[in-house]
């Protein structure tokens, strides 16, 4: 029997430094922020406290390019350790500075202490012109007394 090893089609690991540095590329805009646990925790390459919300409930990050971007690459990572809770985030992009949004993906996720802590996405797209991200989430499907979280934005 012969073998060989071959890459997953479409899927390529990116090198830490292949990361956007949204520093200098973007404004961004959010619903609420926790002192602790500002948005520049998850949004830069160098950071890794993550971003919380100051209140629970939904919350949103929105991203405006101060040029227009071609986006490939959006990796998502959220962790919740402690609390069994069932999340949705929806996630969005726009060609035209906001004014419109189109849908890439809208996802539920349920955490759990036990065995499912930490929520990976890692998305494969061929956006031209992006000029706005939104990212919505709502924290707890069911009990709304969750804080939303982000653990990790990254783009390519």
């Known amino acids: 029997m012969q073998k060989r090893l071959t890459e997953v089609p479409g899927y390529k690991d990116e090198p830490e430094g292949t990361w956007w540095d949204l520093e200098d590329m973007a404004q961004v805009e959010l619903t609420s922020e926790d002192a602790a646990y500002p948005v520049e925790g998850a949004l830069l390459p160098r950071s890794r406290s993550g971003w919380r919300a100051a209140e629970p409930g939904v919350q949103s990050i929105r991203l405006l390019f101060h040029h227009p971007q071609l986006l490939r690459r959006i990796r998502l990572r959220f962790d919740e ?43 494969n797209v061929e956006l031209a012109t992006v000029t706005a991200l939104e990212l919505t989430i709502n924290p707890d499907q069911g009990r709304r007394l969750a804080y939303a979280s982000l653990a990790e934005w990254r783009l390519a």
């Open 81 to 123: 350790p402690e609390a069994t809770r069932t999340q949705e985030f929806a996630l969005r992009w726009s060609p035209d500075g906001g004014r419109s949004f189109r849908d890439i993906v809208r996802q539920q996720y349920t955490f759990s202490p036990e065995g499912s802590t930490s929520e990976v996405e890692d998305f």
